[in-house]
T-cell receptor, first 115, second 112 residues
């Protein structure tokens, strides 16, 4: 079956512009996660969705970052007024969430470059 | 705070055995996962340890010692395709969901 997909795969934008990153999770997966990975670093948790609600947004770096999920499926991460420090790979993952330890399946990521 | 420490890079030759260590410090601990990530690729799940001891999955094994806040990933019969970054990730378990905390990763270079 299809895995987690993300679009675009690459995004180059100018400082100050808004960007939208999209994630299509595996069908039927109720849990969805966004992470950020800076060059040579580990993954940094941003936000978690259970269905369409986000019980934990604690990882969002600033109020310029927001995310939503609709229909228990597609999620969009929006970064407003982008800054150069926002440059990173943004990864999305989904899981069934029957158990706390269900495997997270990752998408290929969106590489964001802010000039 | 929460942190996981791993060596930044490990090198080995084809056919060898390599061990990648991970020490963790988290507020609450449920288990330790390992992920593999090839350059430009998505992280993929390798293994999970909730209990002390060794878990074996083919050429890969993972070990956990809760008393030492320590784990490792063991890769045997190394192949060139094993060249990738390997991340340990702790599951604090006190968040109600799988809020993984990742280490900074170990880059494994396998040479002929």
């Amino acid at each position: 079956g299809a895995g987690v997909s993300q679009s675009p795969s690459n995004k180059v934008t100018e400082k100050g512009k808004d960007v939208e990153l999209r994630c299509d999770p595996i069908s039927g997966h109720t849990a969805l996660y966004w992470y950020r990975q800076s060059l040579g670093q580990g993954l940094e948790f941003l936000i978690y969705f259970q269905g369409n609600s986000a019980p934990d947004k604690s990882g969002l770096p600033s109020d310029r970052f927001s995310a939503e999920r609709t229909g228990g499926s597609v999620s969009t991460l929006t970064i407003q007024r982008t800054q150069q420090e926002d440059s990173a790979v943004y990864l999305c993952a989904s899981s069934l969430e029957r158990h706390l330890t269900d495997t997270q399946y990752f998408g290929p990521g969106t590489r964001l470059t802010v000039l | 705070g929460q942190s996981l420490e791993q060596p930044s890079e490990v090198t080995a030759v084809e056919g060898a055995i390599v061990q990648i260590n991970c020490t963790y410090q988290t507020s609450g601990f449920y288990g330790l996962s390992w992920y593999q990530q090839h350059d430009g690729g998505a992280p993929t799940f390798l293994s999970y340890n909730a209990l002390d001891g060794l878990e074996e999955t083919g050429r890969f094994s993972s070990f956990l010692s809760r008393s030492d806040s320590y784990g490792y990933l063991l890769l045997q019969e190394l192949q060139m395709k094993d060249s990738a970054s390997y991340f340990c990730a702790a599951l604090p378990g006190n968040t109600g969901f799988q809020k993984l905390v990742f280490g900074t990763g170990t880059r494994l270079l396998v040479s002929p």
